[in-house]
C-alpha cells in the first residue's frame, strides 16, 4: 500500500509583474495594463520509506525559474487566432482589430498560448514544471497563478 503525501508551496519569492491584456474576441480586447502575479503549487506525491515525499527546495526553485523569465516582461500570446505577431527589426509587431500594437523585441515575451489569462499560464507553467521534473514518485501537481488577491486560475497534472 503506498501512502501519498500533499506539499504546498506558496512563497513570495514565486512572483513576477508583467503587462498583457485579455483578448475576448476577433474585436473585443482588455487595454493593456499589468498584474503582479503570484504562482503555488499543489505536489501529491508518494511517501518515502525516510518520511518524506518530495523535495521542497527543489520545486522552490524551480518554481522560482519559471517566474524568472516572464518578470518585468510584456506577455503576448502568439497562438491566439484573434492576433497576428510579427517580428519586425527590434520590434513585435500585433495585429489585432485593424491596429498594429508595436512592443520592444527584448521586452517582449512571445508564450505559445492562446490568450494571456491565469488559466492559460497556469497550464503553459505547469507544462514547463512537469517536464522539467525528474521525480518518479510525483503523482499529481496543480499548479495556480494569481493576478491579484482572490483571484487565480489552475492546471492539475496525473500521472
Keep these: 500500500m503506498s501512502r501519498l503525501t500533499t506539499l504546498y508551496i506558496d512563497k513570495e519569492a514565486h512572483k513576477f ?5 485579455t483578448i475576448f474576441s476577433a474585436s473585443d480586447r482588455e487595454r493593456l495594463h499589468g498584474h503582479n502575479y503570484s504562482v503555488s503549487a499543489r505536489i501529491v506525491a508518494e511517501m518515502g520509506d525516510n518520511g518524506f515525499s518530495a523535495d521542497y527546495n527543489v520545486y522552490k526553485r524551480k518554481l522560482a525559474a519559471l517566474c524568472e523569465p516572464l518578470d518585468e516582461y510584456m506577455l503576448v500570446a502568439a ?37 494571456v489569462t491565469v488559466e492559460a499560464l497556469a497550464h503553459y507553467l505547469l507544462e514547463k514544471l512537469v517536464n522539467d521534473s525528474q521525480d518518479q514518485a510525483l503523482v499529481e501537481v496543480e499548479l495556480s497563478v494569481s493576478s491579484g488577491a482572490g483571484q487565480a486560475g489552475s492546471a492539475i497534472w496525473t500521472a
Design 17 to 21: 509583474s508583467a503587462a498583457h491584456y
Design 79 to 115: 497562438d491566439s487566432p484573434h492576433q497576428s505577431v510579427e517580428v519586425v527589426e527590434d520590434e513585435i509587431w500585433v495585429g489585432f482589430d485593424g491596429r498594429t500594437l508595436k512592443f520592444p523585441a527584448d521586452e517582449t515575451r512571445l508564450l505559445p498560448i492562446s490568450n
